[in-house]
Nanobody, 124 residues
Protein backbone atom coordinates (compact mmCIF):
# COMPACT_ATOMS: atom_id res chain seq x y z
CA UNK A 1 0.00 0.00 0.00
CA UNK A 2 1.20 3.49 -0.85
CA UNK A 3 0.08 6.76 0.65
CA UNK A 4 0.67 10.20 -0.82
CA UNK A 5 0.07 13.36 1.15
CA UNK A 6 0.18 16.77 -0.53
CA UNK A 7 0.66 20.02 1.33
CA UNK A 8 1.52 23.64 0.68
CA UNK A 9 -1.55 24.85 -1.15
CA UNK A 10 -3.22 28.14 -0.37
CA UNK A 11 -4.28 31.52 -1.63
CA UNK A 12 -1.78 33.72 -3.46
CA UNK A 13 -1.93 36.81 -5.63
CA UNK A 14 -1.15 36.66 -9.31
CA UNK A 15 2.60 36.79 -9.84
CA UNK A 16 3.27 35.11 -6.53
CA UNK A 17 4.79 31.74 -5.69
CA UNK A 18 3.89 28.58 -3.82
CA UNK A 19 5.70 25.33 -3.17
CA UNK A 20 3.74 22.13 -2.94
CA UNK A 21 5.07 19.00 -1.30
CA UNK A 22 4.10 15.39 -1.80
CA UNK A 23 5.32 12.94 0.80
CA UNK A 24 5.12 9.25 -0.04
CA UNK A 25 5.04 6.32 2.36
CA UNK A 26 4.59 2.60 2.04
CA UNK A 27 5.74 0.30 -0.76
CA UNK A 28 6.96 2.88 -3.26
CA UNK A 29 9.73 0.72 -4.72
CA UNK A 30 9.10 0.19 -8.43
CA UNK A 31 7.24 3.45 -8.85
CA UNK A 32 9.95 5.57 -10.38
CA UNK A 33 7.85 8.34 -11.85
CA UNK A 34 6.22 10.99 -9.69
CA UNK A 35 3.72 13.23 -11.41
CA UNK A 36 1.73 16.35 -10.65
CA UNK A 37 -1.73 16.96 -12.03
CA UNK A 38 -4.36 19.60 -11.47
CA UNK A 39 -8.09 19.90 -11.83
CA UNK A 40 -9.99 23.15 -12.04
CA UNK A 41 -13.75 23.34 -11.36
CA UNK A 42 -15.71 21.97 -14.30
CA UNK A 43 -12.60 20.81 -16.12
CA UNK A 44 -10.83 17.53 -16.60
CA UNK A 45 -7.76 16.63 -14.63
CA UNK A 46 -4.66 17.70 -16.55
CA UNK A 47 -0.98 16.90 -16.46
CA UNK A 48 1.35 19.48 -14.94
CA UNK A 49 4.70 17.74 -14.85
CA UNK A 50 6.63 14.65 -13.81
CA UNK A 51 10.02 13.67 -12.49
CA UNK A 52 12.01 10.48 -12.73
CA UNK A 53 12.88 9.30 -9.25
CA UNK A 54 16.13 7.66 -10.34
CA UNK A 55 17.50 10.24 -12.78
CA UNK A 56 15.76 13.49 -11.83
CA UNK A 57 14.81 14.07 -15.44
CA UNK A 58 11.67 16.17 -15.75
CA UNK A 59 8.83 16.74 -18.17
CA UNK A 60 6.38 19.65 -18.08
CA UNK A 61 3.16 20.70 -19.70
CA UNK A 62 3.63 23.65 -22.04
CA UNK A 63 1.32 25.78 -19.94
CA UNK A 64 3.69 25.69 -16.95
CA UNK A 65 7.08 25.30 -18.58
CA UNK A 66 9.48 27.96 -17.35
CA UNK A 67 7.29 28.81 -14.35
CA UNK A 68 7.00 25.51 -12.47
CA UNK A 69 9.84 23.28 -11.30
CA UNK A 70 9.65 19.76 -9.93
CA UNK A 71 12.36 18.45 -7.62
CA UNK A 72 12.81 15.55 -5.25
CA UNK A 73 14.35 14.65 -1.92
CA UNK A 74 15.20 10.96 -1.86
CA UNK A 75 15.91 10.88 1.85
CA UNK A 76 12.45 12.23 2.62
CA UNK A 77 10.73 10.34 -0.20
CA UNK A 78 9.18 13.68 -1.11
CA UNK A 79 8.58 15.50 -4.37
CA UNK A 80 8.13 19.25 -4.64
CA UNK A 81 6.37 21.49 -7.11
CA UNK A 82 7.74 25.02 -7.05
CA UNK A 83 5.26 27.34 -8.74
CA UNK A 84 6.37 30.84 -9.71
CA UNK A 85 4.69 33.64 -11.64
CA UNK A 86 1.32 32.18 -10.78
CA UNK A 87 -1.70 33.14 -12.86
CA UNK A 88 -5.42 33.00 -12.05
CA UNK A 89 -5.73 30.16 -14.56
CA UNK A 90 -3.43 28.08 -12.37
CA UNK A 91 -6.22 27.89 -9.80
CA UNK A 92 -7.06 24.22 -9.24
CA UNK A 93 -6.75 21.29 -6.91
CA UNK A 94 -3.26 19.89 -7.36
CA UNK A 95 -2.60 16.17 -7.06
CA UNK A 96 0.56 14.13 -6.95
CA UNK A 97 0.65 10.60 -8.25
CA UNK A 98 2.95 7.61 -8.74
CA UNK A 99 3.46 5.66 -11.93
CA UNK A 100 5.24 2.35 -12.42
CA UNK A 101 8.35 2.09 -14.51
CA UNK A 102 10.87 4.72 -15.48
CA UNK A 103 9.38 6.42 -18.51
CA UNK A 104 8.04 9.91 -17.85
CA UNK A 105 4.40 10.00 -18.83
CA UNK A 106 1.55 12.51 -18.94
CA UNK A 107 -1.17 9.87 -19.25
CA UNK A 108 -3.48 9.76 -16.26
CA UNK A 109 -4.08 6.04 -16.68
CA UNK A 110 -0.36 5.33 -16.17
CA UNK A 111 -0.55 6.61 -12.60
CA UNK A 112 -1.53 4.08 -9.98
CA UNK A 113 -1.56 5.93 -6.68
CA UNK A 114 -2.93 9.41 -6.04
CA UNK A 115 -2.89 11.87 -3.19
CA UNK A 116 -5.95 13.61 -1.85
CA UNK A 117 -5.10 16.94 -3.47
CA UNK A 118 -4.35 20.42 -2.22
CA UNK A 119 -6.17 23.58 -3.27
CA UNK A 120 -4.27 26.38 -4.98
CA UNK A 121 -6.13 29.63 -5.56
CA UNK A 122 -4.56 32.52 -7.45
CA UNK A 123 -6.34 35.85 -7.18
CA UNK A 124 -6.12 38.51 -9.87
Amino acid sequence: QVQLVESGGGLVQAGGSLRLSCAASGRTFGFFVRGWFRQAPGKEREFVGAISWSESSTYYAESVKGRFTISRDNAKNTVYLQMNSLKPEDTAVYYCALARGVVLTRKIDDYVYWGQGTQVTVSS
